[in-house]
């Protein structure tokens, strides 16, 4: 049986946005947020519930948050998405943002049920890369991770652990 383009019965269409950047993200402009303390934290979660409303107010339902080299607002964002009905909430892909001694840039994203121990593995394959501390209010700025992009797809395509969990999409 044929479809009409965009209607088989199982298609999900949902409007996204991949590229994200945090408060974390050097590139950010505006106010960083520390981390740590009582205050800082909750600074952090209401950061995450501002994020929520606003890609419920542009209609996103695919998101990835890809910072440059770090996860660390990631798990704010999941704990914000769990007080939403699991009809209306967006998919929310852990990322980051890779610089390639290339200089290629790429998105890598995990599965959306992937766990946080797993995303700290990638570290392992970007050998110039040092996680920042989670309660710096930052990341430094964006370095070259170690491998050329041929290379670094490689070594992930070869990971038992990564590859059936990710993508990379360079840009």
């Known amino acids: 049986m044929t479809y009409a383009k965009g209607r088989h019965p199982g ?3 949902k409007k996204t946005d991949f590229e994200i950047h945090t408060p974390r993200d050097p590139g950010w402009s505006g106010s960083h947020l520390p981390g740590g303390e009582q205050k800082h934290e909750e600074k952090r979660k209401e950061w995450a519930a501002t994020f929520i409303k606003e890609c419920a107010s542009r209609e996103l339902m695919a998101i990835a948050i ?3 080299h770090d996860f660390c607002l990631i798990p704010y964002v999941q704990e914000e998405l769990k ?3 699991e009809s209306t909430r967006p998919w929310l892909f852990p990322g980051i943002e890779i610089t390639c001694n290339d200089s290629v840039q790429c998105l890598f994203l995990f599965d959306v049920n992937s766990e946080p121990q797993v ?3 990638l570290y392992g394959k970007m050998p ?3 996680p ?4 710096d209010p930052t ?3 964006a370095e070259l991770c170690g491998k050329d992009l041929e290379a670094f797809i490689k070594e ?6 990564l590859r059936p969990i990710s993508i990379i999409l360079p840009h």
């Open 66 to 68: 890809t910072d440059h």
């Open 132 to 135: 920042a501390a989670v309660n």
């Open 11 to 13: 298609a999900v269409w």
């Open 119 to 121: 995303w700290q593995r």
């Open 83 to 85: 007080k939403l009905d």
């Open 156 to 161: 992930i395509s070869d990971d038992e652990h």
């Open 139 to 141: 990341c430094p700025a």
């Open 128 to 130: 110039s890369i040092t």
